[in-house]
């Protein structure tokens, strides 16, 4: 693979969700009931999930703590409602980010009356334990989780030069990449090591998200 680093392919993701409820789910990382101890997380990323909700569909209130959640809409719009009176839709293009701090409820659904929705959530390992709760809504090409400002996050549709950075995670979400001699469709990604001296080619129309990370959690 070289400085490419290791791709997973849409196909390798583990499948969640409740189908019979209108809920499919791919998970990128170890998640739930997948448990893969070999795949927990990469730098301070812990979940990549793509999740499609159909009409109507929608994942009931549930906690979360000391976890920062970010959220890119690729289709669609969701609804996000949480214990701290936060009540919000998010976008095409837009991205929420939740900071689940000492801990938050909140509930997520389609808002679309006749479109279904799609979007990609991403999970990172806070900076620091037990802060209040913090939420944001946003647009814009580099984002930053609440509270890990080790980890940027930048949304790109045409070739680009990625960061140099000790991890980089890169994700297709539409059309095709190229990362050297690895082409990369929708659902692909790739985990690169040291990066340095990269390029993301777009073979035609394509969305791609890239995190940089400048470090990853520590566990003992």
Known sequence: MGGVGVVWRAGERYRGGDPARGIETWHAFSFSGHYDPENAFFGFLIACNEERLALNAGFAQHPHRDVEIVTWVIEGELCHEDDAGHRALVREGEIQRLSAGSGVLHSERNASADKPLRFLQMWLHPAEFGTPPAYAITRGQDVSPLRQPGALLAVHTATARLPEAPFVYVH?????????????????????????????????????????????????
């Open 172 to 220: 297709v979400v539409r059309g095709q990449l190229r990362l050297e001699a690895e082409q990369l469709g929708p659902g692909d990604a790739a985990r690169i090591r040291d990066a340095a001296g990269l390029t993301a080619h777009c073979d035609g129309p394509a969305e791609y998200l890239v995190w940089a990370m400048h470090g990853e959690p520590s566990y003992g």
